[in-house]
T-cell receptor, first 115, second 111 residues
């Protein structure tokens, strides 16, 4: 399956600032996904990122708060903007490889704490 | 809207016991079902992928079954070890790539 390198692994940020999370995949993939996992909760899809087009956001998530870039088929970034303590979560990127029978592969996650 | 439920929410067993984790989903129109493991504060590791046409998948001590018509999957872990302690997540995939996750079962294997 694809190998995803996600950075940073964790960060503690001041409220009102922004953090950009990067995911690098070792193979070309059409679709990349960004998820949020709030403390004690399961995963919620933030948006789907396709190369060459704007990301598609799920209900409750907006581009101004979570801008996403997808400059090529192996890389994507998610920015968490104007952070508040409620943004403290684990953020994960994922790729889908059903054609190779691997299903979904996830990055190692970014553990964000906003103080 | 797809709803995924995992029972039990938590499980504590002595080392060597077999584990049985249950997952149910409300919409049987799925593309595949995947079981993941998550260690505290970490990302997800894929354990088993079951395509909608399959009944089960096996990998080492892990076996997962799928009954699509009744909306159920079960993950069996044989001869549990302390290293199996983690949260196990079930996720179903429809055709639009939007994974739906259960809340997970947190497993503790006591040495």
């Amino acid at each position: 399956s694809a190998v995803i390198s996600q950075k940073p692994s964790r960060d503690i940020c001041q409220r009102g600032t922004s953090l950009t999370i990067q995911c690098q995949v070792d193979s070309q993939v059409t679709m990349m996904f960004w998820y949020r996992q709030q403390p004690g909760q399961s995963l919620t899809l933030i948006a789907t990122a396709n190369q060459g087009s704007e990301a598609t956001y799920e209900s409750g998530f907006v581009i101004d708060k979570f801008p996403i870039s997808r400059p090529n088929l192996t890389f994507s970034t998610l920015t968490v903007s104007n952070m508040s303590p409620e943004d403290s979560s684990i953020y994960l990127c994922s790729v889908e490889e059903s054609l190779r029978n691997y299903g979904y592969t996830f990055g190692s996650g970014t553990r964000l704490t906003v103080v | 809207k797809q709803e995924v439920t995992q029972i039990p929410a938590a499980l504590s067993v002595p080392e060597g016991e077999n584990l049985v984790l249950n997952c149910s989903f409300t919409d049987s129109a799925i593309y595949n079902l995947q079981w993941f493991r998550q260690d505290p504060g970490k990302g997800l590791t894929s354990l088993l992928l079951i395509q909608s046409s399959q009944r089960e998948q096996t990998s080492g001590r892990l076996n997962a079954s799928l009954d699509k018509s009744s909306g159920r999957s079960t993950l069996y872990i044989a001869a549990s070890q302390p290293g199996d302690s983690a949260t196990y997540l079930c996720a179903v995939s429809p055709n639009d790539y939007k994974l739906s996750f259960g809340a997970g079962t947190t497993v503790t294997v006591r040495a």
